[in-house]
T-cell receptor
């Protein structure tokens, strides 16, 4: 039982390049989330998927797109990376959208030059 | 939307002392308040949470108190140990995980 796994763990991009962060959970959770973590700013929600087949914007969605591929997988895409997107990205899942424990992946450190 | 402020940003204590981290929130409709611990280079993990129908919750050496009138809640860690050293995040939510807002975090250092 791996929990939430995300790849890659580290990535360096040049401004304007695109990339996709992959996330998968094996806990049969309905809801999945993408957060970014910046120094002094806590965790901010980018996009979420309350259930398979649905996605919605979070607090800071600009510059990102997501795909809920199936119940297990939720990907985050940067179409044209900018230095402001340099951050640590965390995928998370929960049993359902209602308030309750978030299970996080190990994080992906992205640097945009 | 909800705004969560967390203080202090850094906290250093001697092993065995108590540590207190405080958070305030802006939306009186918030009713779920979790605390996450993030060790260096690791993922955040839930350590304790409280809902608005109770004022205090304890789990061994950690406790959380909630004052809904003043719109603040606090994490208390007693008999601190070096393994308590981490960044702690508070959060507040009104209805769903997607409306949850996190504080900026407190870096706790426990000196042996």
């Amino acid at each position: 039982n791996a929990g939430v796994t995300q790849t890659p763990k580290f990535q360096v991009l040049k401004t304007g390049q695109s990339m996709t962060l992959q996330c998968a959970q094996d806990m049969n959770h309905n809801s999945m989330y993408w957060y970014r973590q910046d120094p002094g700013m806590g965790l901010r929600l980018i996009y979420y998927s309350a259930s398979e087949g649905t996605t919605d914007k979070g607090e800071v969605p600009n510059g990102y797109n997501v795909s809920r591929l199936n119940k297990r997988e939720f990907s985050l895409r940067l179409e044209s990376a900018a230095p402001s997107q340099t951050s640590v990205y965390f995928c998370a899942s929960s049993v359902d959208p209602n308030t309750g424990e978030l299970f996080f992946g190990e994080g992906s450190r992205l640097t945009v030059l | 939307g909800e705004n969560v402020e967390q203080h202090p940003s850094t906290l250093s204590v001697q092993e065995g002392d108590s540590a207190v981290i405080k958070c305030t929130y802006s939306d009186s409709a918030s009713n779920y308040f979790p605390w996450y611990k993030q060790e260096l280079g690791k993922r955040p993990q839930l350590i304790i949470d409280i809902r608005s129908n109770v004022g205090e919750k304890k789990d061994q050496r950690i406790a959380v108190t909630l004052n809904k009138t003043a719109k603040h809640f606090s994490l208390h860690i007693t008999e601190t140990q070096p393994e308590d050293s981490a960044v702690y995040f508070c959060a507040a939510s009104i209805q769903n995980n997607n409306d949850m807002r996190f504080g900026a975090g407190t870096r706790l250092t426990v000196k042996p």
